[in-house]
């Protein structure tokens, strides 16, 4: 069974930091593409990151950019987010999520972690 | 931000077909694969459809996906209580190299 566990979420001042972790399993981790991706209180879902399944390529939302770094260890089957300069409007539940199928499950995201930027 | 417009609202009787649409651009829906996940408060959201028209294993066969131009759609037929959520779609943007999602639909079963 694919499970992804979300841990790190906080309460964190603004202009502070966070790493946030997800844990996989389930499947070859080191073989699929992963994702983070947020939704604020009250709205939709909004794509943060992506990573490649070898680490090369990254890419992220311009809300991120240059405040945010995915990064992943295919040895320990997790994958992070890890998050500077946060402001207000970063506060969210932040999901990680799988790209592909395998064994029958597909595009599979975790229970997500919560992270609220507040003085 | 959203690029993907979806209508706000959706509802329908149980048994009713209910439909939802999806508009993007050339960059996303025009010339990549539609997603849909429906999400309901509290959980992961789920994956109903992935490459514009097909279903996962577990998914029942009243959830289909279609695609035409730069636009796509989600139909739930037989609408069932446990239907009510929120319904967003997703694709990948080629001139914002990230993924976007529409705005979300809620539906609701009178």
């Known amino acids: 069974e694919v499970q992804l566990v979300e841990s790190g979420g906080d309460l964190v001042q603004p202009g502070g930091s966070l790493r946030l972790s997800c844990a996989a399993s389930g499947f070859t981790f080191s073989s699929y593409e992963m994702n983070w991706v947020r939704q604020a209180p009250g709205k939709g879902l909004e794509w943060v990151s992506y990573i490649s399944s070898g680490a090369s390529i990254m890419y992220y939302a311009d809300s991120v950019k240059g405040r945010f770094t995915i990064s992943r260890d295919n040895a320990k089957n997790s994958l992070y987010l890890q998050m500077n300069s946060l402001t207000v409007e970063d506060t969210a539940v932040y999901y990680c999520?799988?790209?592909?199928?395998?064994?029958?499950?597909?595009?599979?995201w975790g229970q997500g972690t919560l992270v609220t930027v507040s003085s | 931000q959203s690029v993907l417009t979806q209508p706000p609202s959706a509802s329908g009787t149980p048994g009713q077909r209910v439909t939802i649409s999806c508009s993007g651009s050339s960059s996303n829906i025009g010339n990549n694969f539609v997603y849909w996940y429906q999400h309901l408060p509290g959980t992961a959201p789920k994956l109903l459809i992935y490459?514009?028209?097909q279903r996962p294993s577990g998914v029942p066969d009243r959830f289909s996906g279609s695609k035409s131009g730069t636009s796509a759609s989600l139909a739930i037929s037989g609408l069932r209580s446990e239907d009510e959520a929120d319904y967003y779609c997703?694709?990948?943007?080629?001139?914002?190299?990230?993924?976007?999602f529409g705005t979300g639909t809620k539906v609701t079963v009178l």
């Open positions: 997703a694709a990948w943007d080629d001139s914002l190299s990230g993924y976007v």
């Open positions: 490459s514009n028209n």
């Open positions: 999520a799988r790209e592909g199928c395998s064994g029958g499950s597909c595009y599979d």
